[in-house]
C-alpha cells in the first residue's frame, strides 16, 4: 500500500463530472506572491506559504488503488513534510548532505524536497528512466547519503549496480520490495516515517547555501552536477513572474518531470510563491484524460508534446474529407491573423469576423481536449517548430516560448503573452543580461547562473568567464530586445566542400512529418547530408512500406525528408538515409533522459552503416 501523505479525497469521477467545484472561479484573479527580499530560501517559502494560505489546496493527484482524485492543502501538507524531516533527523542528516529522489512526479516528491530544503540538506534529482550506470555515477559523484524511490522495478534494475549503493546509508522506497544483499539499508516509507514529530522547521542558511546538485543529461562524455542555490532558483521564479502572471486560482497539471529543472522550477516553486494548485498527471499515456478531467489553466512541456499532437492532428485532417482539411486550416489561418492583429503587428481583416464561428466549429473543440481554460502553455526544453506553434496559437491555444539551461536555473528569456514572437524564444527576464559573443554564441550573467558545476572546477571555469558571463554555447541573434536562436555551436556540420549545417533544425523540420519518430542528420566531412531515422509504424501502414531498409522504403522516406527540408539551401538536403528499426531509448543509451539525441553514440552503434553508406 502507497504511503498516503494525508490526501483526502476530491469529488471527481473518472469521467471527469464532478459533484463541487473543481477550481476557483477563473475569472476572480489576484496575486499573492512571496517576495524573495523577505523569504530567501526554499524552506521559507513554504512556511510563508503554510501561514498565508493554510486551507488552500496545495497538491492533487491520483489514487490509483481507490480509482479517485485526492488533494492535500498547505496546513496538511506542513504537518506531513515535518514527519520527512524528523525522519532525516533520525538517519543524522545535516545541513550539506546530499540526498538524492528518483519518483515520477507525485505530492511524496515535493514533501521529500521541502522537508530537505528546510534542513538545509541539498537534494539530488534523478530521472526515473535514468540508465542504472549514470544513476550510479551521481550516487557516487555527489556523495549522496539516502536514496528514495518508488518501485521494485527500480530496485530490481539497481541491482547491477549493488558496489555503488553500498555507500549509501539508507535507501527509502515508497512499496514494498524484494529483500536482497542490501536489504539492511532499505526502509519502506511507512515504517521510516514516524508518526509524531514537531512541527515543521527551517534551518538557519544563507540564500547563496547550495540547494540542489542537478545532473546534466549530457548529450555526450558524463554528466556533470549543476550546483544550484537557494537564491538562484528563487531569483529565477521572481524574476519570471514579472513576464509572466500567475494567479493564486491557477491550476498546474505537471506531467514533465520534476528532475527537469524547468518544471521543477516553473512547476512546482512557482506555485508555491504563487498560492496555486498543482495537480500531478498519472502519466503521459493518460494525459489526454488528465487533461479533461483537471482542465489546467497553465501546462508547461517540453516540444515533444506539442509535436506528437500535430502529428496526430495531421493523421487525422490526411484521412478525413477535404472539406474538412479546408474548414481546419481557415480556421486556423483566421486565428492567426486574429493573433497578429492583437499583438499590434498586424491590421484588421475581414476574416476576423468568421473567428467566433471557427472557434466553435473548429478551434474550440481543440481547446477542449485540452481541457478547454488553459490561459497559457509554456513550452521550453528544445526548439518548437514555428509551423507547430502557428498552428497551436492559430487555434486559439495561447503557447509561449522560453529559453534556458539548468545552468540558469534555467529560465533565460520567455515571451509574454502581449509580446509573443512565436519564432523566438522571448525577452530576457528583467535583471538578466545576455549579449552576443565570438561565432554569434549567446551570453547571460544574472543572479540565477549557477554557482558551479561539483567537483569540476575545469567545465566550470570553460563554461563561465572571469567576469561572470556564461558561455551557453547556442548560436543567437537578438531583435526588437527578443532572442532567436539559430544553432549550436558544435553540432554545426561541415561539409566536405566547407558549407556549414545545422542538424538540430533540419532534425526538427523533419521529425514534424508523421512519419518520422526520430531522426538525426549526418555528414561531417563528407560532401553530402544523409539521415539515419526510425519511422513510426502506422505512419509506414498509411504508405504501403515496412520500418525497414528496404529500397521501396528508401524512396519514400526521401521523398518525404525533401518536401520538409525543401526551404533550405541547396546544399542542405539529404542524399541518403539509414532506416533504423530500433527506437533510440533512454536505455538503450542513445538518448537522454530530457530526449534530447546523443549524437557521438549513434554514430559510434551505426559507424559500419554509416561508413557504407557513404563509400565510393
Not at 17 to 37: A, E, K, M
Not at 200 to 220: F, H, K, P, Q, R
Not at 307 to 331: C, M, N, S, T, W
Request: charged share 25%.
Amino acid at each position: 500500500m502507497r504511503y498516503s501523505a494525508g490526501l483526502t479525497d476530491r469529488i471527481l469521477s473518472i469521467d471527469g463530472s464532478s459533484g463541487t467545484d473543481w477550481n476557483n472561479d477563473v475569472n476572480t484573479q489576484r496575486t499573492d506572491y512571496i517576495s524573495l527580499q523577505t523569504w530567501d530560501t526554499i524552506g521559507a517559502v513554504f512556511k510563508e506559504r503554510v501561514r498565508r494560505t493554510p486551507g488552500k489546496t496545495a497538491y492533487i493527484q491520483f489514487n490509483e488503488d481507490r480509482g479517485v482524485w485526492q488533494d492535500i492543502d498547505w496546513r496538511t501538507m506542513s504537518r506531513e513534510v515535518a514527519r520527512w524531516q524528523a525522519a532525516f533527523v533520525q538517519e543524522g542528516l545535516e545541513a550539506g548532505d546530499r540526498v538524492a529522489v528518483m519518483l515520477r512526479n507525485c505530492v511524496q516528491w515535493a514533501m521529500f524536497d521541502l522537508a530537505a530544503q528546510g534542513l538545509g540538506l541539498v537534494t539530488v534529482p534523478i530521472f526515473t528512466n535514468d540508465r542504472a550506470e549514470n544513476i550510479g555515477y551521481i550516487l557516487q559523484d555527489a556523495g549522496v547519503r539516502l536514496l528514495l524511490l518508488d518501485t521494485d522495478d527500480q530496485w530490481q534494475e539497481l541491482q547491477q549496480i549493488q558496489e555503488q549503493l553500498a555507500a549509501l546509508t539508507r535507501i527509502v522506497t515508497l512499496n514494498q520490495v524484494e529483500p536482497n544483499q542490501l536489504s539492511e539499508l532499505v526502509k519502506n516509507i511507512d515504517e521510516w516515517l514516524p508518526q509524531n514529530c514537531g512541527p515543521y522547521t527551517t534551518t538557519e542558511i544563507a540564500t547563496d547555501e547550495l540547494a540542489s546538485i542537478v545532473y546534466t543529461s549530457g548529450t555526450t562524455g558524463r554528466s556533470k552536477g549543476v550546483m544550484l542555490s537557494h537564491r538562484n532558483m528563487l531569483w529565477n521564479i521572481e524574476a519570471g513572474l514579472q513576464i509572466v502572471t500567475m494567479y493564486t486560482n491557477d491550476m498546474f497539471l505537471s506531467f514533465l518531470p520534476l528532475s527537469h529543472t524547468l518544471e521543477r522550477t516553473v512547476g512546482y516553486y512557482m506555485p508555491i510563491i504563487a498560492g496555486a494548485e498543482v495537480a500531478y498527471s498519472r502519466s503521459i499515456p493518460q494525459l489526454g484524460e488528465d487533461l479533461l478531467q483537471i482542465k489546467p489553466t497553465v501546462l508547461i512541456s517540453v516540444p515533444r508534446i506539442f509535436e506528437k499532437v500535430y502529428a496526430k492532428i495531421q493523421d487525422k485532417l490526411h484521412a478525413g474529407p477535404k472539406i474538412g482539411r479546408r474548414l481546419f486550416h481557415l480556421a486556423m489561418n483566421a486565428g492567426w491573423k486574429k493573433f497578429e492583429h492583437d499583438q499590434g503587428r498586424a491590421p484588421w481583416s475581414l476574416s476576423l469576423l468568421l473567428w467566433p464561428l471557427y472557434e466553435r466549429l473548429v478551434a474550440g473543440k481543440i481547446q477542449e481536449k485540452l481541457g478547454g481554460r488553459l490561459r497559457i502553455a509554456i513550452s521550453g526544453g528544445a526548439p518548437l517548430s514555428e509551423d507547430i506553434a502557428q498552428m497551436f496559437i492559430g487555434l486559439g491555444v495561447p503557447i509561449v516560448q522560453g529559453y534556458g539551461l539548468t545552468e540558469t536555473s534555467p529560465i533565460i528569456s520567455a515571451n509574454p503573452l502581449a509580446d509573443n514572437i512565436p519564432a523566438s524564444v522571448g525577452v530576457p527576464l528583467p535583471g538578466i543580461e545576455v549579449k552576443i559573443g565570438e561565432d554569434d554564441e549567446l551570453l547571460t550573467r544574472s543572479p540565477s547562473v549557477m554557482l558551479g558545476y561539483w567537483n569540476n572546477p575545469q567545465a566550470t571555469s570553460e563554461t563561465t568567464d572571469e567576469d561572470g558571463w556564461l558561455h551557453t554555447g547556442d548560436k543567437a541573434r537578438i531583435e526588437s530586445n527578443h532572442i532567436f536562436i539559430t544553432g549550436r555551436i558544435k553540432e554545426i556540420i561541415v561539409l566536405s566542400n566547407g558549407e556549414k549545417v545545422s542538424p538540430s533544425d533540419m532534425e526538427l523540420h523533419i521529425t514534424l512529418d508523421p512519419l518520422f519518430e526520430q531522426a538525426m542528420v549526418i555528414g561531417e566531412g563528407k560532401p553530402f547530408l544523409s539521415a539515419i531515422v526510425v519511422l513510426d509504424h502506422k505512419s509506414c501502414e498509411r504508405f504501403g512500406i515496412k520500418p525497414s531498409d528496404t529500397p521501396e522504403t528508401q524512396e519514400v522516406v526521401l521523398r518525404q525528408i525533401a518536401k520538409r527540408i525543401d526551404s533550405f539551401p541547396g546544399y542542405a538536403k539529404v542524399r541518403k538515409a539509414i532506416v533504423i528499426a530500433e527506437p533510440w531509448t533512454v536505455e538503450n543509451g542513445l538518448i537522454t533522459p530530457t530526449m534530447k539525441t546523443r549524437r557521438r553514440r549513434i554514430n559510434e552503434k551505426y559507424e559500419a552503416k554509416i561508413t557504407a553508406l557513404y563509400e565510393g
